[in-house]
């Protein structure tokens, strides 16, 4: 009880960050918490999948159950709790490991799945939301699936060290390709060797969860879910399981409000840039030298700016990624709220990987300008950025990484098209998709491992750009890191940039934000001052949809 007060009160002192470190007590105390089961002011108990002791092979039990179609939210919910209620008085499995889905399809009431998960702001849980670019995932009926949202955690992943192989064979033990929608939910660090800052500390090196509840938003319907995961041999066995799940299962709202999808105008008390202007101007410089050395072998690096913000009012995760929404075209939307964490939030264009059996798809995307205010206008500087020198060596560089990558786990690969424009609502970018066919299903890991980090967000040569990353100011955390899911027969990754981490601090009633940067590629001929006009223009995804109001901030240089 000594550990968990003394986290709670280390949860509730914090302003930010920034300006509060930990000390080395507190930190020993946070991260021996975080370790072990996490907990939520004291109320919640979890799996944690990647303890030391746990079986290879997969689970003795995987199901998916689909329950009598209900019209309602409630009556779904209802339906569940009876059925669990069901399961614990009569346990139907005998195995010592397994995982069950149970799912209720509604058929009358429409809620999206961002409006379930606002409706359970009150749950002091760990929460996933995650809305594909293109809906290529579907249902037992066929119909494509929308967005997921959930909350609890039926098993977790997370550990401190680099997220590796047998990590990976932790989150496959439970998946099947006879339950394609049980998903693995998560992120992975930017870079697992560097130092990790305090506010990144609950995500581990890799985080990743299978929701307790989730609500599946399909075309034409729903699903409220629930899963049920245990395994003896790491001391979480069925009684467990369904005992938190229903604990869960009593906290979650049956009635479904649709939100305001858009803040007030807001102002801001601080905003830090990490760099400051000053700052990045020599690092760009910096880089440049190192390009243009006649030894070095460094023809690309990817350098990033952190924004941190702390505005008047309060602005819930959710309600900033709903109007991220209006930026959605072509982009993935997400939110992962580990326990006892700051909510990491995105809107990302960028795809890392698709995989569908044995197919894989994965893009080139580089070179950045502002959408015109005309047909005209936009047109005009679509052109500019196909003829730009300096944005196709960038875009080139990406482009034929990715496909050396490909070719080294894929029987053939395919460019098509090689290089065209990509529209976003705000910006446009250079853009070619690659695709090719695994040897086998175990190449997963390999294809994820070998394209993160892409010359995208790094570098070129890797291993050169992000040692000269390491010496900048910040950590990346999950920024432009991977984010996505892993299934049965189906994965999907993207890149974790337009992202931000946004944490509610609890001493001042005001919110703290994170902007997890925007990055720009330095390679020969960059301007360091319209690289950081391009950062500007990235960032305003975040500023102009929430309306902050930038002339009143405080404006604070910081190295």
Not at 16 to 23: C, D, G, I, N, V
Not at 80 to 103: A, F
Not at 130 to 159: P, T
Request: include cysteine; proline fraction near 6%; charge should be positive.
């Amino acid at each position: 009880m000594a550990t968990a007060s003394a986290h709670k009160s280390l949860t509730k002192c914090t302003n930010t960050f920034l300006l509060f470190p930990l000390s080395k007590k507190q930190h020993s105390i946070y991260t021996l918490h975080f370790h072990q089961r996490p907990l939520c002011h004291g109320c919640y108990l979890s799996m944690n999948g990647c303890r030391k002791g746990q079986s290879r092979g997969p689970v003795g039990t995987i199901e998916t159950q689909t329950l009598e179609p209900v019209a309602t939210t409630s009556m779904a919910l209802y339906s569940l709790k009876m059925t669990i209620s069901k399961m614990k008085s009569e346990p139907p499995y005998r195995s010592s490991s397994g995982i069950v889905r149970l799912q209720v399809p509604i058929e009358e009431e429409e809620v999206e799945a961002i409006d379930w998960l606002h409706s359970q702001n009150h749950l002091l849980l760990p929460r996933c939301f995650f809305s594909g670019r293109e809906h290529n995932s579907f249902d037992s009926n066929g119909r494509s699936l929308v967005s997921v949202a959930g909350v609890g955690s039926a098993v977790s992943f997370c550990q401190p060290h680099p997220f590796s192989y047998w990590d990976w064979i932790s989150i496959r033990r439970f998946l099947s390709e006879s339950c394609p929608l049980i998903r693995a939910y998560g992120a992975i660090r930017f870079n697992a060797k560097a130092k990790v800052s305090s506010e990144w500390l609950p995500f581990g090196s890799f985080y990743f969860v299978i929701p307790q509840v989730e609500f599946n938003e399909l075309e034409g319907g729903s699903m409220l879910t629930t899963t049920i995961a245990w395994d003896n041999t790491i001391s979480w066995s069925w009684e467990d399981a369904i005992n938190a799940l229903q604990e869960t299962l009593s906290k979650v709202s049956a009635s479904i409000v649709r939100f305001p999808k858009q803040a007030p105008p807001t102002l801001i008390l601080s905003s830090h840039d990490i760099p400051s202007k000053i700052y990045w101007d020599i690092a760009v410089n910096r880089a440049l030298e190192m390009i243009k050395k006649n030894n070095s072998l460094l023809t690309k690096v990817v350098l990033a700016r952190s924004t941190r913000v702390v505005p008047t009012t309060n602005i819930d995760p959710l309600t900033w990624l709903a109007c991220l929404t209006v930026e959605s075209e072509n982009a993935y939307q997400f939110l992962l709220q580990p326990p006892n964490a700051p909510a990491f939030i995105g809107n990302t264009p960028e795809q890392l990987f698709h995989r569908k059996w044995l197919h894989i798809t994965s893009e080139a995307l580089a070179g950045t300008r502002a959408r015109g205010v005309s047909m005209a206008l936009d047109r005009q500087i679509e052109l500019d950025l196909l003829t730009s020198p300096k944005d196709d060596i960038e875009f080139t560089i990406v482009r034929d990484t990715i496909r050396r990558k490909l070719e080294g786990v894929c029987e053939k690969v395919v460019i098509k098209p090689k290089k065209m424009i990509r529209k976003l609502p705000r910006i446009q970018h250079l853009f070619a998709q690659l695709a090719g066919r695994l040897r086998s299903e175990e190449d997963e890991f390999k294809i994820l491992s070998s394209l993160h980090p892409s010359p995208a967000v790094c570098g070129f040569p890797t291993e050169e750009a992000q040692l000269l990353i390491a010496k900048t100011v910040f950590d990346r955390g999950m920024y432009a890191g991977p984010v996505g899911w892993f299934g049965g027969g189906e994965s999907e990754f993207a890149v974790g940039i337009r992202s931000a981490l946004v944490e509610k601090v609890s001493c001042n009633f005001e919110d703290f934000f994170l902007l997890s940067g925007e990055k720009r590629g330095i390679v020969e001929g960059s301007n360091p001052y319209l690289e950081w006009d391009e950062l500007e223009l990235k960032t305003s995804q975040f500023t102009k949809l929430l309306k902050l109001d930038l002339p009143l901030r405080q404006k604070v240089d910081c190295k």
